[in-house]
């Protein structure tokens, strides 16, 4: 049934103080639906900055270092109730799906099932784990699966953002999902001729990757990239921006963080966008770049073989590495334009209008 406008709407998100894909939706619900937002941190200069002028509802403060950020978070979303407040409450967050249990009726838009529990549980503790601590890391991802799985189930309705996640939500938490694409402004996106560069937009956090866009760049000198990438303030996060740091060609280029309109003004001028990340939910950031007509170069996996089309709106690569982000570089830089029309076609199908339509027709009372 669909949203009766009447209705008040609570939507609940772990932490808006890094603003990155899923706290853009989060945004947009709160904009779009309307509906209040719920939080635990939030920073309200960068939300503004983000074109949003949204006021988030604080419910707690968190630590900034993993798992006490995580846990405290999940705490404080156990914890509370506003069922006398709210008709209808939306969970977009991962760890803040505790508040499932005491906020009802709700539904669950789901980016992915908490990734270092389920899917990169292994990666992680690999990559990010100190081998003296990975039996407390097991313990912890084992003490929080099962948590998890319990708050799950207070879950009533399930979305997602792709049928990358929904086969994870199927996998691992034995639950169906409905896929509804997450939204993107592409009226905002504009095409202009290309500077000369590659953009790549992502978290800089060790899944996604961004040592192979270095080696690339490394053997293409005559080439330029510029990264964008936010980061959380936390001691891991830290840790992935020094190494990447330590090991940037003079061709690359880092930047914390930008504004949206500048942001939209950087997609507007690359040659073509480059992003790593391993299985990704969906990629947000790749729509956005062919919403300004920039052909994409991404791993042929996770959410990125439902919006790339190989050949047609840029390049998939099967088993990335370095040396293969170099041939496709070289390839898509003979002809950046010839992908414009495809790419900005291919972008509209993620638009705003049709998730909220989406999102609207889902909610019922």
């Given at each position: 049934m669909p949203q009766n406008q009447d209705n008040k709407i609570a939507v609940f998100h772990n932490?808006?103080?890094?603003?990155?894909?899923?706290?853009?939706?989060?945004?947009?619900?709160?904009?779009?639906?309307?509906?209040?937002?719920?939080?635990?941190?939030?920073?309200?200069?960068?939300?503004?900055?983000?074109?949003?002028?949204?006021?988030?509802?604080?419910?707690?403060?968190?630590?900034?270092?993993?798992?006490?950020?995580?846990?405290l978070s999940s705490y404080r979303f156990s914890k509370l109730n506003l069922t006398k407040k709210y008709d209808n409450f939306i969970i977009a967050g991962d760890w803040a799906v505790s508040g499932a249990m005491k906020n009802k009726p709700n539904l669950w838009y789901v980016h992915s099932p908490i990734r270092e529990l389920y899917d990169l549980n292994e990666y992680t503790r690999k990559t990010s784990v100190n081998p003296l601590l990975r039996p407390v890391f097991d313990f912890w991802a084992s003490y929080n699966r099962k948590l998890n799985k319990k708050h799950v189930a207070n879950v009533q309705?399930?979305?997602?953002?792709?049928?990358?996640?929904?086969?994870?939500?199927?996998?691992?938490?034995?639950?169906k999902a409905t896929v509804v694409y997450p939204p993107i402004d592409t009226e905002k996106f504009l095409y202009k001729q290309n500077k000369g560069y590659w953009l790549s937009v992502n978290r800089?956090?060790?899944?996604?990757?961004?040592?192979?866009?270095?080696?690339?760049?490394?053997?293409?000198?005559?080439?330029?990239?510029?990264?964008?990438?936010?980061?959380?303030?936390?001691?891991?996060?830290?840790?992935?921006?020094?190494?990447?740091v330590e090991n940037q060609p003079n061709n690359v280029e880092i930047l914390n963080w930008v504004s949206e309109p500048m942001l939209r003004e950087i997609y507007s001028e690359c040659k073509g966008f480059i992003t790593?990340?391993?299985?990704?939910?969906?990629?947000?950031?790749?729509?956005?770049?062919?919403?300004?007509?920039?052909?994409?170069?991404a791993p042929s996996e996770g959410g990125y073989l439902e919006t790339v089309t190989d050949g047609i709106t840029g390049k998939l690569i099967d088993?990335?590495?370095?040396?293969?982000?170099?041939?496709?570089?070289?390839?898509?830089?003979?002809?950046?334009?010839?992908?414009?029309?495809?790419?900005?076609?291919?972008?509209?199908?993620?638009?705003?209008?049709?998730?909220?339509?989406?999102?609207?027709?889902?909610i019922s009372f």
């Open positions: 932490y808006m103080d890094n603003i990155g894909g899923a706290e853009k939706v989060v945004l947009t619900l709160g904009e779009r639906l309307p509906a209040d937002i719920y939080s635990t941190v939030s920073n309200s200069e960068m939300i503004s900055k983000m074109g949003f002028r949204k006021k988030i509802n604080e419910i707690g403060w968190i630590p900034k270092n993993a798992p006490f950020r995580q846990q309705k399930i979305l997602c953002n792709s049928k990358n996640t929904q086969k994870r939500v199927e996998k691992y938490l034995n639950r800089l956090i060790d899944h996604k990757r961004i040592e192979l866009q270095l080696d690339a760049f490394r053997k293409l000198p005559e080439e330029k990239l510029i990264i964008i990438g936010a980061y959380e303030k936390s001691a891991h996060f830290q840790k992935y921006v020094k190494k990447i790593t990340a391993k299985e990704e939910d969906f990629g947000m950031t790749a729509v956005e770049a062919m919403a300004s007509g920039k052909p994409v170069i088993k990335i590495n370095g040396e293969k982000i170099e041939l496709a570089i070289k390839e898509i830089s003979k002809a950046p334009e010839s992908f414009k029309k495809e790419c900005i076609k291919q972008a509209k199908k993620f638009d705003s209008s049709v998730f909220i339509k989406k999102i609207r027709d889902e």
